[in-house]
Structures are given as structure tokens and as C-alpha cells.
């Protein structure tokens, strides 16, 4: 035996040279434990499948019936929400409730504030948070890596922290009970621009260097190259911030004295009671008109959002 | 983006400079007002919950005034969906300005911002916008005196009171114009109550998130215990630990039930009888499917206490603003408006005078059920204690404690001393350093 034969010897055998083997692709030995689990998983055992049907199921039973509860209690009169065995399906049949909702509370109102708020708010957040994490991302600058760790550090400070000092300069500026007080404060993109940042830098750098070398400005490279690129995480952000804000309850509060600038969270609120007696028929129709919305939005862009968050997850 | 420990202690740094830099913000954040106080914009701001679905006979006695006072308008502000979140938005504007004219203070309330110099003294303003303070109903009056001074006046005030489904009680061969006497009488009549309603509870009480604490106040005091007597607490005596048990064995033996929506509970008539405000009056008489009557809560007197809420005013406003203020609170609660929004509500009328209005003595001769309340505020209530009213979070602090002995089962002794601590220590860091 050689002495090269002798090393080949104490080497594993290189992938794919196996008996049998001349037709398969070359797998190393950690693929192919990797793919017998797969098999176990995938073709083995239709208990495992049920197994994994049934934790479907479970899942989607804990998220829907919370929200089935919600849309039939809207439907319900005052007795049946609290018959006892618990009744699932309204008997009689209320949707008298969504009527007193749009007679009762300025639903209108609070609705058009609700989307102007929301609206202005998406708007804003995603163009400052891509823009940021553009810069941060693809510019070299002093101090660069800094603006990144207090981006991320603000992250850190709860909302409630500021909202004293934030409520001050607010009134300060005469802004109590407008759009602006609502929204400019709001307006701050720490979540946006990490999540784009991060991003971007995933994005290959072959991308960019043939865009550089083709001539493309630092501006047009944004809109013409990177932001095709990054559409499901752009959806994704977008969807986040559209939810977020429109569920936004305590600076609205503080900020806004009528139904002239509160949102949809501020006017529910109106339906409940203190010391009287809360009717919750109305107060789950109301409930259900302000998630719709929200419903319909997800509907529309849940592909394209679940793309967003998985993004990076798999290294293609 | 690898984080080294450098980076990590960099970002902690980072993370307490943004936190400096949040808090830089804005500007003082004292109670009070320098140099004459702020100015408004000629609209008297009026910030209230609208306790017991109010808003609409507010919006009315508000059109009234703005009537027959063009020149100094009031306008009606959602301060808040209860009496907690009224007291954040009130506290955010002392800290950054545009503060209102008047608020709902409650029984919990009012006594803090008073303490703070929040809300200022109103007798000398009294005097100055022409209000007849006597003509106020004299516990309601006093129940907002601090240091000789009163801080509120009454608004939309209450008593605890007993709800009874009328129905039941003669089903079960029970007085139908009278509730027990005492909480002994009620736990004789409890299982009668029962049995002639399929089992329901005889009685059902809110939970610590509403107000529990309050509810209990009158059945602490009946077993010869306190919250607390002056500054000093007193859960751990005898009396005190005597009622907490009482409720515990109720609550364990079915005859009481704790729940967050009680006055649905009782109104679709899953209970009873029904502990709750005064302020209730209203919705369950719109809503209750069923004859019930209102009673007075059981003795030895005094078995209830006072609560509901007043109205103060900011001290941080121009003097021209509080006078104005004080004169639409007089307005607010005058003979003719606490007639009216008493029968829109069930809350107490607030005036001597409405209780002499011959149109008033006719409502009550015709709605027993709202006449309760009157009587029992001379012959059965007192004024709250203080670790519960003028403790920072007291009632709160003593709502979970009571969920912790009558839904959670736990040791009445030890929940107790925790409450007893919990409070002392409070009042050694609030109170005691500023008496």
C-alpha cells in the first residue's frame, strides 16, 4: 500500500463513490442522516402527519374561536351574550347592534380619523425607515455604526417613558387636540429601519456593485434595484406598522378631547360603561367593525407578508 | 450583526442616552402654576367619564349654559372611559400644559390632587362666582374638605346599595320592602334566595377591578373593623380579618359571587340580589327584565360609605378661568340640573333644594328605588377610610388583596398583612413626611 493509499484509507469516503451509488448525487454523511430524519418525518409516519394536522387544527381553534366568539356575541342580545350553557349562534338574531353602533358613537367619525391617522403614519414610517436603513446600510459615514446602536437602543425605551416629556413639548406647541400632536410624535421609525436595514444588508453585493457600474445614482439604485428586491419585507413592515398604529389607544388619548381627531380605539370606549350597565352586543359590533379593516388588509398581503418574515430565514 | 461585549456595553450606554435624552424633553413637570396660571382660550374645558352613561344629559346641561352664557362656552371633553384614566390624562396635562377647567374627581382622586396642589381650594372662589355652598347636601359638601379647605364639589355621588330581585325574595318567603339587616340575616336568607331561584348566587359583587374594595368598605365597618383608622391601617384587627373571612366562607359556600360584569350578571338574573352603586340605578332599571328593589346595605350602622365623584378645578389655571369654572360647576349641579341628571342616572341629587323641589318629591314618591340612596346617606353611610381614598393606590392595592381572599381562596390572615405593610408603607412615603 502506498503511502497515498494509506491516506485515502483513513479518509471517509468521498461522497457518492459508494456501491450503488453511481447515479445519485453526492451527499455527504451529516446529508444523508439529515435526509433519513426527513423520511421519518415526511414518509414514515402518517402519525407524525396526524400528529401535525392535529397541532394545526389546535392552532387555528385557539386564534379562531376568540374571533368567532367576537363577531356572534356582536350579533347577540344582552340575554343570550350571558345564557348559560354558553349558545353558539345568536338566538334571537341582533344585528340591531351594529345599528346602534353607527347611531350611537360617531363611528363615522372616529373611523375617518382612524384611517387618516393610520394612513399618514404608514406613509411617513416607512419612508423615513427605509430611507435610515438605506443610509445606514449602503452609506460610509463617521460614526455610522453608532446611529445604528442608538437606533436600536430607543428600541429599548418603552413608549410610556416618554410619553410625559413628549405630551410637554406636544402642548407646548399649541398641538393638543390636532392631527399633527397625534401623528409627529408618532412618526419615529426605530422597529422600520432595523428590520429594513438588516435587510438590505442581506441583499447580494454583486446586485449593487452592477448597478454601480452601469452608472446608477446612489438615489436611483433605491427605487430602480433594492426596493424590488425587498418587496415582501417592505409589505411585511408596512402591514406591522398599518396594525400597530391603528391600534395605537394611550397617545391619542392624551393628545385628543373630541371626536374630532380620536381614533376608532378612543371612540369603543364610548360604548362601555362605568357604575352603569355595559350592553357588550354593541360593544363586539364595534369591535368588529374596527378589525375589519385590519382583516381585509391582511387578507390581501398575508403572502406577501409570511414571504417577508421568513425572508433570510432559509440560506439560498 | 455580531454583538461583542464592547458593542453590548456600548448599546446599554447608548440606551441610557436615549432615555436622557427622552426625558430632556418637554418642560417642568410640578403640579401647580407660576406667574397667574395658564391662560384658555375663552371655552371652558369640561373633561369628564360621563359617570353612568351621562354624556348625553351632560351634552344637554351644556347647551343650556352655552345659552345663556355665549360669552364663556363650555365644551365637553372624553376624559377617559373611567375615573383612572380621567386621572392620567389630568396628570399628563399638569405636566405639559393645556389644562382644563374643571374635572371629574372621584372618591379616589380627588384627595391626591389636592394633596399635590393640583386642584385648588374652591371656598373663596365660592364666594366670588356667588355660590350658595350651604344649599349643597352637607356630607356630599364635607366629604371634599381637606386642611378646613374643599377641594370638590359634588357631582355624580353615590352610595353602595343592595339590588334585590323582588321576584325571588317572595318566592322564597322573604320581606319583599326590606333587604337583611345584617350580613348574619343575609347568610340565613341566602340559601332560601337560592333555592328559589334554581341555584343562582343570592348575591353577586364586582371584583377587585371594580371597585370591589368599595363594595366591602360597608361590611368591614359592620363587623367592627377598618380599613384604616385616621393614617393608621388597620387590616390585621380582629373585625377586619372577622369580614374577610365572612366574605371567603360566602364566596366559598356559593351564596356570593365575584364577578367583573355583575350588573349584567344580575340584570339577566344569574344572581339575585346585587351589590353596586347608586350610579347603576339607571341601566338596571332600563335593562333588568324583572321587578327588583333597592335597599339599604346591611347593618350595624354604618354599613355604607359614600363615592361616586365631584368636580375640581385645576390650581395651575388664570383666576378669571377658575371663577368661570366655578361658576359652571355651580351650573352644572344646580337644583334644576342635579334633578335631572339624578333621574337620567340614579346618581344623588347634590342640592338640599332638589330634595324640596315638589317635582323631585313626586319622582321619588313614584320610584322608591332612587329614594334609597337619599335615606340611606343620613342614616346608614360614612365617609370612606382613608387607607383606601387618600393612600396612593389604595383602593386599588385593597380590590387585589380582597380578589386574592374571596376568588383566589387564599389565607384571609396572611393577604391581610400584606395589606397592612403594603399600606404603611405608603403612607410613611406619601403621607407622613408631608402631614
Known sequence: MTTTDQVRHALPPTPGTGPGTEDAPALTAAQRRRAARRGLAFQGGSGARILGYAGMVLALLLFFVPLYFIVITSLKTQGDIYSDPISWLPNPFAPENYSYVLSEVRFDRYLRNSIIITAILTVVQVALGVLCAYGLAFLRFPGRNLVFLLVIASLMVPNQVTVISNYALVASWGWRNTFQGIIVPLAAVAFGTFLMRNHFLSLPKEVMEAAELDGTGFGRTLFRVVLPMSWPTLVAFTLITVVTEWNQYLWPFLMSDTDAVAPLPIGLTQLQDNEGLTNWGPVMAATVLTTLPMLVIFLILQKQMIKGLTAGAVKG | ?435
Request: charged residues 20%; proline residues 5%; hydrophobic residues 35%.
Open chain 2, 1 to 435: 450583526m455580531t454583538f461583542s461585549r464592547r458593542s453590548l456595553l456600548g448599546l446599554a450606554g447608548a440606551g441610557s442616552a436615549a432615555l436622557a435624552l427622552g426625558a430632556c424633553a418637554g418642560g417642568e413637570t410640578s403640579a401647580g402654576s407660576g406667574g397667574g396660571g395658564e391662560e384658555g382660550d375663552g371655552t371652558i374645558q369640561f373633561w369628564s367619564n360621563h359617570p353612568g352613561s351621562s354624556k348625553d344629559v351632560e351634552q344637554a346641561i351644556i347647551d343650556l349654559w352655552n345659552e345663556e352664557n355665549p360669552d364663556t362656552p363650555a365644551t365637553l371633553v372624553d376624559g377617559g372611559a373611567n375615573y383612572e384614566e380621567l386621572g392620567q390624562k389630568f396628570n399628563a396635562a399638569l405636566a405639559g400644559g393645556g389644562l382644563p377647567d374643571l374635572i371629574v374627581a372621584s372618591d379616589v382622586t380627588w384627595f391626591n390632587f389636592a394633596f399635590t396642589g393640583a386642584t385648588t381650594p374652591l371656598d373663596d372662589l365660592w364666594t366670588e362666582a356667588g355660590v350658595d355652598a350651604d344649599d349643597i347636601v352637607d356630607t356630599l359638601r364635607e366629604d371634599y374638605n381637606y386642611d378646613g379647605k374643599h377641594y370638590g364639589m359634588p357631582f355624580s355621588r353615590s352610595t353602595t346599595l343592595m339590588y334585590f330581585n323582588s321576584d325571588v325574595l317572595g318566592e322564597a318567603g322573604l320581606p319583599t320592602d326590606r333587604g337583611p339587616e345584617t350580613w348574619d340575616e343575609f347568610a340565613e336568607w341566602a340559601p332560601r334566595i337560592m333555592d328559589a331561584n334554581g341555584g343562582q348566587p343570592a348575591l353577586v359583587v364586582p371584583d377587585g377591578s371594580n371597585y370591589l374594595d368599595w363594595y366591602f368598605q360597608g361590611m368591614i365597618w359592620t363587623f367592627g373593623g377598618a380599613y384604616s383608622t385616621e393614617w393608621t391601617p388597620s387590616f390585621t384587627e380582629q373585625g377586619s380579618l372577622d369580614a374577610a373571612t365572612f366574605l371567603q366562607e360566602q364566596v366559598a359556600a356559593g351564596h356570593i359571587q365575584i364577578a367583573a360584569d355583575a350588573n349584567n350578571t344580575f340584570a339577566i338574573g344569574n344572581a339575585s340580589g346585587l351589590l353596586q352603586s347608586t350610579g347603576s340605578l339607571g341601566g338596571l332599571t332600563d335593562s333588568a327584565e324583572f321587578p327588583f328593589l333597592t335597599t339599604y346595605l346591611p347593618g350595624p350602622t354604618p354599613g355604607a360609605c359614600t363615592g361616586g365623584a365631584g368636580v375640581a378645578v385645576p390650581d395651575g389655571i388664570s383666576d378669571e378661568r377658575k371663577v368661570n369654572a366655578v361658576r359652571f360647576a355651580d351650573f352644572l349641579t344646580n337644583t334644576a340640573n342635579t334633578i335631572t341628571f339624578s333621574q337620567a342616572t340614579g346618581y344623588m341629587p347634590v342640592r338640599k333644594s332638589a330634595l324640596e323641589d315638589p317635582e323631585e318629591a313626586t319622582y321619588l314618591e313614584e320610584n322608591p328605588n332612587a329614594m334609597t340612596a337619599i335615606r340611606q346617606l343620613n342614616e346608614n353611610t360614612a365617609p370612606q377610610d382613608n387607607a383606601r381614598v387618600f393612600v396612593s393606590g389604595g383602593g386599588q392595592r385593597i380590590g387585589a388583596g380582597l380578589d386574592r381572599i374571596a376568588i383566589g381562596g387564599e389565607d384571609v390572615a396572611a393577604v391581610m398583612e400584606d395589606l397592612q405593610n403594603e399600606t404603611q408603607e405608603v403612607i410613611d412615603r406619601d403621607i407622613t413626611p408631608n402631614l
